[in-house]
């Protein structure tokens, strides 16, 4: 909080609640941590970045898996597109439905595994996910393509917990969207995320000022973190740009 009040943001304070919440809150913060800033800044980058194609994995892999297997499986590889139909041979369920139920499932099991206690909780959410996707396999209630990529998204959805609703949410947003208009569904839907993402603001700031802006100084502490030495402005939407002690 000492670090974004540094910055021109304002913390708002409520009796009763440990929690405080500063503003404006911009787009670039949700994948941001703070360890960011206690180790190398290349280390801090790369795992931004990360964090960024996580997020994009996290509402994708379902989806598409779903578009393809289903509209377009002549752009999947012939052994590719052959396997995943062997696979799916017997299961009773449509790729949607399953995939649909697959989320929840997993969704269930990581919130039983944060409201138990911290030992409880981790050997829940791992024993509970191998056993029960493993049955289901085995059952032949659920095609293991689809637990594939359903855990792949869920696991890089757990990279960014500021945003694990949004990404659930969109998650089953794609995944309908994919199953009615395959991947003219799914790229209309990354259409519409983009222009409601850059159309949101905070506290009469835009949600994404400092992507907007095609320059190297606005991005020095969104996308990746720049070393200390090079970050002497604060965000875009502060009018003391310039930190104290500092030269343009």
Not at 42 to 49: D, F, I, P
Not at 57 to 75: E, G, Y
Not at 170 to 199: K, N, P, Q, T
Request: glycine share 6%; charged share 15%; net charge positive.
């Amino acid at each position: 909080m000492a670090a974004r009040l540094l910055e021109g943001r304002i913390a708002i304070v409520v009796d009763g609640t440990p929690m405080v919440a500063t503003v404006p809150y911009l787009f670039s913060e949700n994948f941001q941590s703070d360890e960011d800033y206690y180790q190398s800044f290349l280390l801090s980058s790369a795992e931004r970045l990360l964090r960024y194609f996580c997020f994009f994995l996290s509402i994708s892999i379902p989806a598409v898996f779903i578009a393809l297997s289903t509209f377009h499986r002549q752009l999947l590889p012939t052994p590719f597109a052959i396997t995943v139909m062997q696979l799916r041979g017997g299961v009773p369920f449509t790729p949607v439905s399953e995939c649909v139920v697959m989320i929840l499932v997993f969704e269930i099991l990581k919130e039983a595994g944060i409201r138990m206690s911290q030992n409880l909780g981790h050997a829940l959410s791992i024993v509970g996910g191998l056993v029960v996707g493993q049955a289901a396999v085995e059952a032949r209630i659920i095609s293991s393509p689809i637990l594939i990529a359903v855990a792949l998204s869920g696991i890089a959805g757990l990279m960014l917990p500021r945003l694990k609703t949004a990404v659930f949410y969109l998650r089953i947003a794609f995944v309908f969207l994919s199953a009615i208009l395959g991947l003219y569904g799914y790229f209309a839907g990354l259409v519409f995320l983009m222009l409601h993402i850059f159309s949101l603001s905070s506290f009469a700031t835009d949600y994404t000022v400092s992507l907007k802006k095609a320059n190297l100084q606005s991005l020095k502490d969104t996308v990746f973190r720049a070393p200390w030495g090079d970050m002497r402005h604060r965000p875009d939407f502060n009018r003391n740009l310039v930190r104290k002690g500092r030269k343009r």
